[in-house]
């Protein structure tokens, strides 16, 4: 058994990068995966691809609310747009996470656990990306 195949469900869990060396210099072709492993290495790259969107999307966004907090922040002893907006965050992190990880359940210690959980994370993480979209753009 390689070593990509031991280690590739759990770099899909953990959401550390993908390493096509761990496929021999030769990683899959995503627009086909055969093998379970290769839908699991292609699943934890579009798993990576939506993060680094969403890290994206949540620069601009922190920004435009630490913009808002600048400008006329009101004292209503309510917490600024930007503290809320990372109150926010952190919690749907943790959501995710742990969701994403009772999704995999469905196939708990099996080949198809890894790809269970990065397909949820995929999809919550581009829901989230789009919120933040949102919120950064209102009332625009």
């Known amino acids: 058994m390689s070593l990509a195949y031991i280690l590739l469900p759990l770099l899909a869990q953990s959401g550390a990068e993908v390493d096509a060396a761990e496929f021999g210099g030769n990683p899959p072709d995503c627009a086909d995966p055969v093998t379970q492993q290769d839908m699991n290495y292609c699943a934890a790259l579009e798993w990576e691809a939506a993060d680094a969107e969403l890290n994206r999307q949540w ?16 004292d209503d002893g309510r ?46 993480t581009r829901e989230r990306t789009e919120q933040l979209r949102q919120l950064e753009q209102w009332p625009n």
């Open 79 to 124: 917490p600024g747009y930007f503290e809320q907006l990372l109150e926010a965050q952190r919690a749907w992190l943790t959501f995710r996470d742990g969701h994403c990880a009772s999704v995999g359940y469905h196939a708990r210690g099996g080949s198809l656990e890894p790809l269970l959980v990065a397909n949820c994370r995929t999809a919550l």
């Open 59 to 74: 620069q601009e966004t922190a920004s435009e609310m630490r913009r808002m907090d600048a400008q006329a922040m009101p």
